[in-house]
């Protein structure tokens, strides 16, 4: 058997269930459609047929099968949520925000609350402006939940397997947008950090702090920045924010770009750059961020065709910062509004 | 059929305990929510009465006669009340969040309808074991006017859960009358059997209806048919406060005379006293019942509070 080899972003996560699903018969995972043959966008892909006590098809009552779910967890389950869409999640709200991730904290520890909220969020073509929230400074802002964005398969598999065995309430928010890339991930189990954001290339000009698909754009946008050398981190996490990275990273490069695929207003960028501010960096140059405009992500494609941050977008606020031109590079139509199918 | 006596000791216990409580909050600055039960104890001591020691319980933000029924330590309570380290809480959850864990009251919550579906979250992880174990979930009638209680009856029934739900009707949602709330048509009964979950009805101010209903319907629970008792009670108290707010003007009903009148406790002394206890020997009970209440209080409040640095423990487990 191999060690390693390609696999996309949903057969990443259905792997790291698969494994949890067969270790431990207290895992179980429940959702609308999580037992259809290609359920959850592939992710439980006929998980049902090999587990058949440990995948519930569930009314649409998001309340209660979240509520359920949150209380399987403290009478010593390990649930995995799935919420197909954000919107759909906020139903769950309480159980979310309230019972979960402050359970333990109000009653004084040893209260566990072992669950994961697979939440589906951002871009996808067609969707408009009530299928494409992401609303992550909402979950950052919720203490008492641990909270991961995977921006590659490899960090998928890792960051779920990590979430599963971890005794907090986990949220991971996964951009369906990735759902298509590729890359080289390992057969066997392995966990990867909750809490720690990760150096994805080193370097001494700038640091662009980006997460989730706008982690992808980035990393694009490497390919076409010209002679900078940029340091990209991964922010991986957004609850809590691994704030000794940035401050390292900035302590090195005194440049900062922080990338959101979400609205300017409450982004995680914002937050960053704020604790950046307070890290009193001598910067050389202003931090600058990018992000979605304040305004709801519309259906139309002559309309979306400025939302996201591109790669070309990213490439240009580098340079800008090291005082350099901006580069002209038309994205195609496809390139712009269909989901990746992109190798790490 | 349990003891009648020692019901009689557990209500005692929750009542005095509660008016204890009130005297120490109007005396002294108690900085926690409370929500008294005083006049609905018969249905705590009921239903926890028909429950095995394993079985479980769930409440809600006026819990502390669910919390002492079940078995939890009234020191830890007044400890959590009065925000000290001892608290069953450690003193982060206050009058609201009671746990006792170890008694099989694993928490209580004042969100009201969603302790429906996290106690049907324990009957799920009860069945996955394979045990005999039941949940119990304390709500009011306000609560069960929330939507997740009923996405949670069509789970329950669906997942066949031993989830029991018992409603303490109490006529008001904080201040708020029934037929504010709900049309005149409205049936629980019909509601709740539509989803395929029994009901049943009792009279909350009686501890022999509630323990009779309970035990009849945990019969049924047990085997995986979920439940719910609707109880009709008098909350004696303001909806939050150690306060009696007759001087509010919104009660019909459940006015003073008709309070005493139907009084749970009244009731079951009443009773003792038919089948031949002495007055002295109750009135004994109450003496002890007091003295130990006082006990407790007192060690309450000189008990140490939670080190400062203790504001950032247990974000995680």
Not at chain 1, 87 to 99: G, K, R, S, W, Y
Not at chain 1, 169 to 198: C, G, I, M, S
Not at chain 1, 221 to 233: K, P, Q, R, S, Y
Not at chain 2, 2 to 31: T, V, W, Y
């Amino acid at each position: 058997m191999p060690k390693s080899r390609i696999i996309n972003y949903t057969q990443a996560l259905r792997e790291a269930t698969e494994q949890a699903l067969a270790r431990d018969t207290s895992v179980f995972v429940i959702g609308l459609g999580v037992s259809y043959p290609n359920g959850a966008d592939g992710t439980t892909a006929g998980l049902k047929a090999l587990y058949p006590e440990q995948i519930l098809d569930v009314p649409i009552s998001e309340d209660a099968v979240t509520g359920m779910a949150v209380g399987a967890a403290i009478h010593g389950m390990r649930p995995i949520v799935h919420h197909g869409r954000v919107e759909f999640a906020l139903f769950a709200a309480d159980h979310i925000f309230t019972q979960a991730a402050k359970w333990n904290y109000m009653f004084g520890g040893e209260n566990h609350v072992p669950i994961v909220f697979r939440i589906n969020v951002g871009r996808q073509w067609g969707n408009g402006p009530q299928h494409t929230q992401a609303l992550y400074g909402l979950f950052g802002c919720a203490l008492g939940l641990k909270v991961v964005i995977p921006s590659s398969p490899f960090m998928a598999k890792g960051l779920l397997s990590a979430a599963i065995k971890d005794n907090n309430p986990v949220v991971v928010l996964e951009p369906r947008w990735l759902f298509q890339t590729k890359e080289h991930v390992p057969v066997e189990n392995y966990e990867l950090p909750l809490d720690r954001a990760r150096l994805v290339r080193k370097g001494y000009d700038i640091s662009v702090v980006a997460y989730g698909d706008g982690l992808l754009a980035a990393r694009m946008a490497l390919e076409i920045v010209g002679d900078i050398d940029v340091e990209l981190i991964d922010l991986v996490s957004i609850n809590p924010i691994d704030e000794d990275a940035i401050f390292t990273s900035l302590n090195k490069t005194r440049r900062l770009l922080t990338v959101d695929t979400t609205n300017a207003s409450f982004s995680v960028g914002s937050e960053v750059q704020a604790r950046a501010l307070r890290m009193q960096i001598d910067f050389k140059s202003r931090p600058t961020s990018l992000s979605c405009p304040d305004v709801p992500c519309p259906t139309s494609t002559a309309l979306t065709e400025n939302y996201y941050p591109t790669m070309v977008s990213i490439a240009n606020a580098i340079r800008a910062q090291l005082g350099l031109s901006p580069i002209q590079k038309i994205i195609s139509f496809d390139d712009l509004h269909l989901p990746p199918e992109y190798n790490f | 059929m349990i003891n009648l006596l020692e019901a009689f000791k557990c209500m005692s216990l929750l009542r005095i305990a509660e008016e204890e409580l009130a005297k120490l909050f109007l005396r002294d600055k108690i900085m926690s929510f409370v929500h008294f039960y005083v006049g609905q104890e018969a249905v705590a001591v009921g239903v926890s009465n028909a429950l095995s020691p394993t079985d479980r319980a769930l409440g809600n933000h006026r819990s502390h006669g669910h919390y002492l029924a079940k078995g939890g330590s009234l020191r830890r309570m007044v400890c959590e009340i009065l925000g000290k380290a001892e608290g069953c809480a450690g003193g982060k959850g206050g009058s609201m969040h009671m746990i006792a864990r170890d008694n099989g009251f694993t928490g209580s919550t004042p969100i009201l309808g969603s302790i429906t579906s996290i106690a049907a979250g324990s009957a799920f992880a009860q069945k996955h074991a394979r045990t005999q174990e039941v949940t119990v979930a304390y709500i009011g009638d306000g609560a069960s006017e929330e939507g997740g209680f009923y996405e949670t009856l069509n789970l329950a029934a669906l997942f066949k859960l031993p989830l029991l739900i018992v409603v303490e009707n109490n006529l008001y949602a904080v201040n708020s009358k029934l037929l504010d709330r709900r049309s005149a048509n409205y049936n629980a009964g019909d509601i709740i059997r539509g989803f395929g979950v029994a009901y049943a009805k009792a009279d909350g101010n009686d501890f022999d209806d509630v323990n009779t209903k309970a035990t009849e319907l945990l019969a049924g629970v047990r085997q995986g048919k979920p439940a719910v008792l609707e109880c009709f009670v008098y909350r004696h108290m303001a909806h939050s406060a150690p306060l009696f707010d007759d001087a509010q003007g919104y009660r019909e009903e459940d006015v003073l005379e008709q309070r005493l009148a139907h009084d749970c406790l009244k009731k079951v002394k009443d009773r003792l006293i038919l089948e031949g206890v002495t007055e002295e020997s109750l009135s004994q009970i109450t003496v002890e019942t007091r003295a130990f209440v006082a006990t407790e209080i007192e060690y309450a409040l000189s008990a140490p509070f939670p080190n400062p640095q203790e504001l950032y423990s247990h974000l995680y487990a």
